[in-house]
Structure formats: C-alpha cells, structure tokens
C-alpha cells in the first residue's frame, strides 16, 4: 500500500512541476496559481513551502543515518531516493540552488535500488530526477527503456513526452506519446492536461 500512495504522489508532482515547464512559453491555462493574488497569500506560500522543505531536509538527514547503518538495504535505498526527489521538487520554491543537487542524489539513489532489482516505477522515477538534474542523456535512455519494458505504461509515456517537447523539441513524437498515454486512460485524471500539452504542441508544431 505505501508503494501505491507514493507512486500516486509522484504522478501527481510530475503533472503539477513539468505542465509548468512545458507551458512557460505559452502562459496559458493559469498553473501559475496565485502570481495575482496578494502579497499575503505569496508570503503564506512562501512560509508553508520553506516548512515543507525543513521538514524533508530532517527526513533526508534521518534516512541517510539508516542507510549509512544498513547499506545493503533496498527498500532503504528507495526511501532515500523518494525523500531526496521530495525535497527536490520543494527546494525549486524555498531553496532553488540546492534542487538540482537533491534530484542528483536521488537519482543515484534509485540507481542503487535498480542494481539489486528491476521496478519499472523505480526506473521512470529516477529518468524523471535525471531529466530534472539535467542529466538528458541518461534520462532520455531510462524513459525508453521504461517503455520498451512496457509500452502500456501511461506515467512513463507521459513523462517521456514532455522530455522529448522540452529538450529534444520534436513535437511530433511528443505529440505520439501523449496521445498513446491518452489512449490507455482517455477518461483518467490526467486526460484534460494531456490534451493541453497536445494542443500546445500543435500550435508549436504549427508556428
């Protein structure tokens, strides 16, 4: 059950921080939540952000204790690495110099648990760290090999499509893979964003 309610969190990260991205340019559809409204909601945000990320800072540093005492242990490993994306994901708000660093950890964290056994929700976990630690060559290989395991995978199908719109720029085969996504789960809580990032592909496509 606890490996269900992570993968749900992380696909729900994944949505949240990358339509953000692959949307900057268009500076549609509003995921910019709260630019307009007030300097008093911005400082509650920025306050509840800078708590979320020393709360996961402690999580990290007590992890790391456990790991160091039993390096051998996976499910370990693999908390690391999930803490290490979290805090990831919260420093781009409270503390951006350091994000790019977490994800790094995380992705080696993953890539320790990968060496001990084959998940393919581990693998798109840490080609998504590795695409956010900029490390493309080693994301764009992770996310296809996560595919060729499983070409019905909708969170690896997506998330290798909004790396192939943002860093390869070929919207076309982003457009491929988030209309396969789409296929697999047309009614599911992500179809509305998938269309979006299609239609926003087109238009890119288009100009």
């Excluded at 708000?93 to 056994?117: G, I, M, R």
């Excluded at 693998?123 to 490390?135: K, V």
């Excluded at 070409?151 to 070929?170: M, R, S």
Aim: aromatic share 10%; with cysteine; charged share 15%.
């Amino acid at each position: 059950m606890e490996n269900n309610q992570k993968s749900q969190k992380f696909k729900a990260i994944v949505i949240a921080g990358l339509l953000i991205f692959s949307l900057a340019g268009a500076g549609a559809y509003g995921y910019f939540k709260g630019s307009s409204s007030g300097n008093s909601s911005a400082a509650s945000s920025a306050s509840s952000a800078n708590s979320d990320y020393t709360s996961l800072k402690s999580q990290v540093n007590q992890l790391t204790q456990q790991v160091q005492s039993n390096p051998n242990e996976i499910q370990l490993q693999q908390d690391l690495g999930n803490a290490y994306y979290d805090l990831g994901t919260a420093a781009r708000t409270a503390a951006p110099n350091e994000a790019k660093n977490d994800f790094v950890q995380a992705t080696q964290c993953y890539q320790n648990v990968l060496h001990s056994k084959q998940d393919i929700n581990v693998l798109t976990d840490m080609a998504t760290a590795a695409f956010y630690s900029g490390q493309n060559e080693l994301a764009d290989k992770s996310f296809q090999k996560a595919i060729h395991e499983n070409p019905d995978f909708q969170q690896a199908l997506f998330n290798y499509g909004v790396f192939t719109y943002q860093i390869k720029k070929n919207y076309a085969a982003a457009i491929q893979l988030w209309q396969t996504a789409l296929a697999k789960d047309p009614n599911g809580p992500n179809a509305d964003e998938i269309k979006k990032l299609i239609t926003e592909a087109k238009k890119g496509q288009n100009s």
